[in-house]
């Protein structure tokens, strides 16, 4: 049975997005609406367990962070000895709304702030810092755990990125129609980046908790943008895979393949929201990206033996993936899905393609694609020298652990 703080503490944490859009929606001064909303929500963490909930949290919040904002710039302006003109203009406006603002401010800008937060400006690694703290709530010292940087380097990452969008003179508000897509599509790598690092990154233990964040986030999107079939295949996606995450590697850490791994431990009901979102999402015709892998992640998901698994039909689509981009890592799967349903030899064959591609070279997926494909093959003094090789470019000490015990595998005889 939850308490009343951590019931407190999960309600604020789905409110804390839409408060900040509200706050910068009415407002501006995306930085500094930022540290009001942060004072706000620790107000209500220390009074809403004592005092009970308010009538309206949301209005409450928005109320309470766009009074302390107020507080914050006129404090600023004091230090500062002077007011520039949009800071006049807006000590002089700032006041209780009236009630159809305060009506406005119950709208979710939650995507609005993800739009925003995701700024075409922003280089990749700020778009993510900045959508984890503005949207997801994470601290910056969190945030720079999570990507293995230093505290102060993710700071000045997120001051930098506040700034660009300050500077950038965007007004918060919905993207024109024409940029819309390709704002849409910036959000949902963004949140794909989170949880391939959470999930697939090479720290031990994997993070979970960005994981969890990135589902989170995925489905406010969806929420919010419920007939968008690429919103929904990335949930879809992330579901699926994050229903393996329990049978995928040992208790040092050791990775398991897919067809070693108990299904017992699956997650059941992950599976089945995901192939129900992929399936409704396909039905609408023309799939993208992300409703292909979640349709790749459903066929094995849904198989009940890896022997069971569709590997023909997973081939094909792993073909129309890699004619909608150029990634090297969707062709190595390629190859495992051709080699699974044409033989180990055709698979080696595609591999030989990636061979010069230099985003390849300090991988170490592709030496233990080919390792796997030649152990396949029979081949295996070939398969135990490159499955050595890909253990030396390996970063984490459980996939080189796990190169090196499959590589040891083939001195013996058969």
């Known amino acids: ?35 009001a909303v ?3 929500l620790l107000a209500a963490a220390g009074r809403w367990p004592r005092d009970g909930l308010p009538d309206n949290p949301l209005g409450w919040l928005v109320t309470v962070a766009g009074r302390r904002l107020t507080d914050l710039l006129r404090a600023e302006q004091a230090r500062r000895g002077r007011e520039d003109v949009a800071g006049r203009r807006a000590i002089a406006e700032w006041r209780l709304a009236p009630a159809a603002d305060l009506s406005a401010a119950g709208a979710d800008d939650t995507l609005i702030l993800l739009f ?13 810092a ?13 945030i720079a755990r999570a990507f293995l940087a230093p505290e102060a380097t993710m700071t000045r990452r997120i001051t930098r990125a506040k700034q660009r969008i300050r500077d950038s003179g965007v007004p918060f508000g919905m993207p024109a129609s024409a940029d819309r897509a390709a704002r849409l599509r910036a959000v949902l790598h963004v949140l794909y980046l989170v949880f391939t690092e959470g999930y697939a990154g090479e720290t031990w233990p994997l993070r979970e908790d960005l994981t969890t964040e ?61 192939v129900a ?67 180990p030899r055709a698979g080696l064959d595609l591999l030989g393609g990636l061979e010069g591609d230099e985003r390849l070279a300090r991988d170490h997926r592709l030496p233990a694609v080919r390792a796997h ?18 253990a030396r470019r390996a ?15 083939l001195d013996d005889d058969p």
Do not use: K
């Open 373 to 390: 494909l030649l152990e396949l093959a029979g081949e295996r003094a070939a398969a135990r020298e490159a499955y050595l090789a890909a």
């Open 130 to 142: 900045l959508t984890l703290r503005a949207v997801g709530g994470l601290t910056t010292a969190q």
């Open 38 to 40: 942060q004072e706000a």
């Open 277 to 343: 979102l992929v399936d409704a999402a396909l039905s609408r015709g023309a799939p993208g990206p992300y409703q292909i892998q979640a349709a790749i992640a459903a066929l094995h998901d849904e198989a009940p033996s890896a022997e069971a698994t569709d590997w023909p039909q997973i081939a094909a689509l792993y073909a129309v993936l890699s004619g909608m981009s150029d990634n090297p890592v969707t062709a190595l799967n390629h190859a495992v899905a051709v080699a699974m349903s044409r033989g």
């Open 214 to 274: 990135a589902i989170r986030l995925a489905r406010i999107v969806h929420r919010l943008l419920p007939d968008d079939g690429e919103a929904a295949g990335l949930l879809a996606l992330m579901l699926l895979t994050e229903a393996r995450r329990a049978a995928r590697t040992a208790p040092d850490g050791t990775p398991i393949p897919m067809a070693e791994q108990d299904r017992a431990l699956w997650d059941a009901a992950r599976i089945a929201e995901g």
């Open 395 to 409: 970063a984490s000490l459980p996939r080189r652990r796990y190169l090196n015990a499959r590589a040891a595998r």
């Open 1 to 35: 049975m939850t308490t009343p703080g951590e019931q407190t503490e999960d309600l604020l944490r789905r409110l804390a997005p839409r408060v900040l859009g509200a706050v910068v929606r009415r407002y501006g001064h995306f930085d500094t609406a930022e540290d």
């Open 116 to 128: 925003l937060c995701c700024h075409p400006a922003l280089p990749p690694a700020s778009q993510i």
